[in-house]
C-alpha cells in the first residue's frame, strides 16, 4: 500500500513540475514575441496619443451656439448624483429665469466616474480628450464656471447620451 501512495505523490508532483514548466514556456513566448515585435512607442510630450470617444477626462460646460448662454437648466442633478460630492452649484432667481452664478468642480477629489455626465438631461456637462492635468498646487485643481466654459470644445467628443444609427 505504502508503495501506491508514493508512486501517486510522485506522479502527482510530476505533474505539477510539468504545468510549471509549461507556464513558464509560455510566458517566456510572450515576452519574446513583444521584445522582438513591432514597438508603439510614442515620444511625449512631442507626441500625443488620441484618447478614446468615451473618454473620462476633465470635466466642461458648453455653451448652446443657438442661444449662446450655458446649457444648464440648474436641475441639480449632478451635484446630487456626484459620489465624491465635488461639483457645488449656485443659482439666482426664480424659475425661468433662474441665473448658474457658481458651477464648481474640486476635480482632486473627482473619481472620473461619470456619473454626472450621465445623469445630465440637457448634455450641460461633459467630457473632453484633454488629460494632462498634473500640478504641483491643489488650488490649481479647483474649476470654476468660467474655467468650464473655456475648456469646453465646440463639440465634445465624449457625451452621456449615446446615440446609434439615430437612435436614442
Not at 484618447?51 to 448652446?64: F, K, M, N, S, T
Not at 444648464?72 to 425661468?96: L, M, N, S, Y
Not at 498634473?134 to 470644445?153: C, G, H, I, V
Request: aromatic residues 6%; proline residues 7%; hydrophobic residues 35%.
Amino acid at each position: 500500500m505504502q508503495d501506491a501512495s508514493h508512486h501517486n505523490g510522485a506522479s502527482s508532483l510530476a505533474a505539477r513540475a510539468w504545468q510549471a514548466i509549461d507556464g513558464l514556456l509560455t510566458g517566456l513566448r510572450v515576452t519574446w514575441r513583444a521584445l522582438l515585435g513591432p514597438k508603439n512607442t510614442v515620444m511625449y510630450p512631442v507626441q500625443k496619443v488620441d484618447v478614446a470617444p468615451r473618454w473620462h477626462g476633465l470635466l466642461a460646460l458648453p455653451i448652446d451656439p443657438e442661444t449662446g448662454s450655458d446649457k444648464c437648466i440648474i436641475c441639480f442633478q449632478c451635484e446630487r448624483v456626484c459620489p465624491d460630492r465635488c461639483i457645488h452649484i449656485e443659482a439666482t432667481g426664480r424659475g425661468k429665469d433662474r441665473v448658474l452664478t457658481r458651477f464648481d468642480i474640486e476635480m482632486d477629489k473627482c473619481c472620473y466616474c461619470g456619473l454626472c455626465v450621465e445623469v445630465c438631461p440637457t448634455e450641460a456637462i461633459v467630457f473632453v480628450p484633454h488629460y494632462e492635468t498634473s500640478t504641483y498646487n491643489r488650488a490649481t485643481l479647483l474649476y470654476t464656471l468660467d474655467d468650464l466654459r473655456r475648456a469646453a470644445p465646440k463639440e465634445p467628443i465624449a457625451r452621456g447620451v449615446v446615440r446609434l444609427g439615430g437612435r436614442p
